[in-house]
């Protein structure tokens, strides 16, 4: 159980898929601009991911390793499209607002390379828990960055007008995006350093 929770646990600061390791960069920081489109981006990223780590991880053995990335394309393939078919029939707006970044989803580096290099190796437990704590570790990550250049660039939250008179456009535009991104890293640094030396002095206190 232990070994379950630092797996979930490690997506979300130590690994974080944007923070710390900086795969998947594209789609975030242009899906960023409101938080309906932060989260369910995020949360489409987290099914993609948890339900493609359980089915490679369920059949690992049967999988020969001449094909696997092929196969790993695939799996993953039929989940985005899953995902995608859900968001156009129940949340039509939202597939239109993420666009083709939906769809992208197939060849986004944090699910292959958490595939290829996790699930393909270890049992469906941990599969479970290193595909929630990379999706949900993802998608905290871009409700935050959509929450401060919605706030800043529109003036709104979830598209409700929160500020009076002239927003800052420049962080609804790419570079406002990169900079609070940016902040988002050194918060993450931070938190990292700051996980570290609680460890450190947890291990000092034992000896």
């Known amino acids: 159980m232990k070994k379950w929770f630092k797996t979930l646990t490690n997506g979300l600061v130590n690994e974080n898929p944007l923070l710390v390791l900086m795969i998947g960069?594209?789609?975030?920081?242009?899906v960023t601009t409101s938080v309906i489109n932060g989260i369910?981006?995020?949360?489409?990223?987290?099914?993609?991911l948890v339900m493609s780590e359980v089915v490679i991880s369920l059949f690992k053995k049967l999988i020969p390793n001449s094909v696997?990335?092929?196969?790993?394309?695939?799996?993953?393939?039929?989940f985005t499209t899953i995902i995608d078919y859900v968001l156009q029939a129940y949340f039509p707006d939202l597939s239109k607002?993420?666009?083709?970044f939906i769809p992208l989803i197939v060849v986004n580096c944090i699910i292959m390379g958490r595939v290829e290099a996790f699930s393909s190796k270890v049992s469906v437990p941990l599969?479970?828990?290193?595909?929630?704590?990379?999706g949900?570790?993802?998608t905290w990550v871009l409700a935050g960055i959509s929450l401060v250049r919605e706030i800043l660039g529109n003036g709104s939250i979830f598209d409700i007008p929160i500020i009076e008179g002239d927003?800052?456009?420049?962080?609804?535009?790419?570079p406002g995006g990169f900079l609070v991104f940016a902040l988002f890293i050194s918060f993450g640094l931070w938190l990292k350093a700051r996980s570290?030396?609680?460890?450190?002095?947890?291990?000092?206190?034992?000896?």
Not at 40 to 48: K, W
Not at 97 to 100: D, I, L, R, S, Y
Not at 196 to 207: E, T
């Open 97 to 100: 607002a993420m666009g083709v």
């Open 196 to 207: 570290g030396a609680a460890v450190n002095r947890d291990k000092a206190g034992c000896c």
């Open 25 to 30: 960069l594209c789609s975030s920081l242009a």
């Open 40 to 48: 369910g981006m995020g949360l489409s990223m987290t099914f993609v």
């Open 167 to 174: 927003p800052i456009l420049f962080f609804t535009l790419a």
């Open 68 to 78: 696997r990335i092929p196969v790993f394309i695939i799996v993953i393939a039929a």
């Open 136 to 138: 949900l570790g993802y």
């Open 127 to 134: 599969a479970i828990a290193d595909g929630l704590g990379m």
